[in-house]
């Protein structure tokens, strides 16, 4: 009876553990065995599908994004709800979903006027709490999303990348027809390419440094591409536009020198859309007269989705008008998530999006 006890035990505690990448310090990954999350009423439980590693887990893994530590990464997710809080009434077991890792309280000022992202409340799903790089994640009721019949689990987690790529768009402001720049050939900068494109921008100017990612700009809509590692993208750009520059700039990389590429490379009247995350510590050096003011220049910033350009990147995905095909280089396991974050942080192996299956 004791023996069986102990193995009614053992295996009672096998059943509440599962397998995770925890960043415990800068550089400092580990996989470890640690207890499947516990739910509140008005929470859920996803068993993971598919997570995408994104340029944050890099700079969090370089510690120049502070998250909490030590904490289980991973933000782009995908997943099977396994389990309900007693309150959740428009989610059950079984639901396929996505989740936005924006996690705001939904009554402060800022909540109730529709600008859940300056909630002084806010915090982020893989960033100051356990996320997606893991067999088994939490997130509220409100921010889970149930994903279409016709949509991949390996395509839904591009909807966090797509949602904020629509929200820089939109603050872009860009019409059919506009002549469109953006700095930047990682995912996001891909992406908004892609994006741009499909608002109906006649031309797209693609800048990065990368010549495998270049080539995927011309694949997946760019009508030219620029390596500003070797031109100067401020005078390639106006070469293109008939010395004019383009309507509208969206900048992707976040750098103080891509920053001001932007300010300088637009053309008088036009808008530009910076949505690189810089350092929280770096400065720039503006001209306000010639960069902004004379230009009578447009500026807007956007660093994350909000629930309207979330419900509208899962219909551009399932409907198959956004190609995230093109955009998945790698599929890996949670063991390998060390090696992933090394080849997008160093641009190897034809890196763009990797896929993570914890399962």
Not at 307 to 335: E, N, Q
Request: neutral net charge; hydrophobic residues 40%.
């Amino acid at each position: 009876m004791f023996n069986a006890l102990l193995l009614l035990s053992i295996t009672e505690e096998a059943m509440n553990t599962m397998k995770a990448v925890v960043l415990r310090d800068v550089k400092t990954y580990s996989i470890e065995t640690v207890k499947v999350p516990q739910i509140g009423a008005n929470e859920v439980l996803i068993k993971a599908k598919n997570c995408g590693i994104c340029g944050t887990d890099v700079s969090m893994y370089l510690g120049k994004y502070l998250p909490v530590k030590p904490v289980i990464p991973g933000h782009e997710v995908s997943g099977e709800v396994v389990e309900v809080g007693q309150q959740v009434r428009t989610i059950k077991v079984g639901d396929r979903v996505t989740v936005d890792e924006n996690v705001s309280c939904g009554t402060c000022y800022f909540c109730k006027h529709q600008q859940k992202l300056f909630c002084p409340d806010l915090y982020q799903i893989g960033i100051h709490s356990d996320g997606g790089f893991a067999e088994y994640f939490k997130a509220p009721e409100t921010n889970v999303f149930r994903l279409p019949d016709d949509m991949s689990y390996e395509y839904a987690p591009f909807t966090e990348t797509l949602a904020c790529v629509t929200r820089a768009v939109d603050r872009a402001g860009i019409v059919t027809g506009d002549r469109v720049a953006v700095i930047g050939d990682g995912p996001i900068g891909l992406s908004c390419m892609q994006m741009a494109k499909i608002e109906g921008a006649s031309q797209v100017i693609g800048l990065g440094i990368t010549d495998y990612r270049l080539e995927k700009a011309l694949e997946i809509g760019a009508d030219l591409v620029i390596d500003s590692s070797k031109r100067d993208p401020i005078r390639a750009v106006r070469d293109a536009t008939n010395n004019i520059g383009p309507d509208a700039v969206i900048e992707a990389v976040g750098t103080s020198a891509t920053y001001l590429q932007a300010l300088e490379m637009v053309r008088r009247g036009g808008k530009v859309a910076v949505m690189g995350v810089p350092p929280a510590t770096s400065k720039m050096e503006i001209e306000p007269f010639g960069q902004i003011f004379n230009k009578e220049l447009t500026l807007h910033a956007s660093f994350a989705g909000t629930y309207d350009t979330w419900i509208r990147a899962i219909s551009l995905i399932s409907s198959g008008r956004f190609k995230v095909g093109p955009l998945i280089s790698h599929r890996m396991s949670l063991y390998k998530v060390p090696e992933g974050v090394r080849m997008m942080m160093e641009r190897t192996n034809g890196a763009i999006k990797i896929l993570v299956s914890p399962q």
